[in-house]
């Protein structure tokens, strides 16, 4: 492991610090105009500069620079510093786009990817299904390619469930059986779907927090154009799996997990037990340390695949721990904060929008449950590790 940035490396953190200096916060005259504008003109200076969207093609409204993990790791953590916005958050960006600029056709790219990364257009991701969640290859939703009012378009019945913020959203991505006949994994083809038409209903599902940020998705013959498939017919399978290549800008989180914890240590220092601060407790003493353990392992291990990763290695096994590891401490982390805060904690009322208070440790309790189980539960993943890391025998049932 080395955890020294060499001489170029170095050069290039300078350059960076100095554009921030200069562009974040915003200069005066942009400072008058809203959170979101001042935002947006960030981002366009910063894309000029070639530090945001680094693998996505000029053409398409990125920066298009050759792919260097140790550079995209500077930028992130010069910015991190000064708090300046890094590439807009949304599943559009973080993962349609990825998926277009790999499998989309020109067409396709043109269509959605700068509109997409501008945040014009919002996106919702339809893999799962009421049975169809870890075992997502039995999905039932169908498409059939049928004769429309403007050539042949795709014909789609079915039902998504636990759609992230579909609500908002414009479009879907949607996993479809479009080939019955074929096997569990061949049938499935990637679709692209305007979500604005008569055929699809979107119905809120209300959250244990009070909130209500994902929903159903229900669809009655809604309609897609022929050419708004990813990939071939039968494809969708492989599709979904495509992850962006060039430039992994984050190696596991493990930046959250510290941040997480020093506001746990904060928490402990503040929070009064048996008459002292709750961080002079034995007990709470050992349970902050083991935690710590955790945190300082997870993040010597990030330092690890970032080495391996500029080396050109790959980090095997290793790197297949990053999200069960980071939602274990995430959940870990949170547990302890309501022994400290007392049970009492579990009668505060829902908030909304961002938590300032202690009730922001019970949003961390509860959410810390649902990011254990988005895009794979725990489970899932000690079956990937196993499988694909380690080399263990298969699950009967795959194919
Ligand atoms: C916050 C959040 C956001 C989400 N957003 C989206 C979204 O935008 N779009 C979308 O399509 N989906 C979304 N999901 C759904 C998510 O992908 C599924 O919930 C997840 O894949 C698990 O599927 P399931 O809920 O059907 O649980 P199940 O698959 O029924 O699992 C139930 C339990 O059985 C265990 N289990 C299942 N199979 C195995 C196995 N083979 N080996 C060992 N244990 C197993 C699981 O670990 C789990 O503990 C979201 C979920 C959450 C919590």
Known sequence: MDLSYNAEYEQFRTTVAEFLKGHWPVPAEIAEQPRHKQEAWFRTQAIE??????????????????????????????????????????????????TLLECGTQAQKERFVSKTLTGEYKWAQGYSEPNAGSDLASLRTRAELRDGPEGQQWVINGQKIWSTLAQYADYMFVLARTEPDAGKHAGISYLLIDLKQPGITIRPIKQVTGGTEFCEVFFDDACTPADWIVGQRGDGWKVSKSTLKHERSSIGGAQTSVNLFEKLLQLAKETTLNGQPAIKDPIIRDRLVTLEGYVQSHLYSN?????????????????????????????????????LLGENLLYMPPTKGRATGPEKWLNQLMGSLGVAIAGGTSNIQRNIIAERGLGLPRESGDT
Request: net charge positive.
């Open 49 to 98: 500069n070639g530090y945001l969207y680094r693998s996505v093609p000029k053409e398409f409204g990125g920066s298009e620079q050759e792919a260097d993990i140790l550079k995209a790791t500077i930028i992130r953590e010069e910015f991190s510093k000064v708090r300046a916005p890094m590439e807009a958050p949304g599943i559009g960006n973080m993962m349609l786009v990825p």
């Open 303 to 339: 330092y690890r695949q970032l080495s391996m990763a500029a080396a050109k290695q790959n980090s095997g096994y290793v790197g297949l721990m990053n999200k069960l590891i980071n939602t274990n401490i995430g959940h870990e982390v949170a547990a302890l904060a309501k022994d």
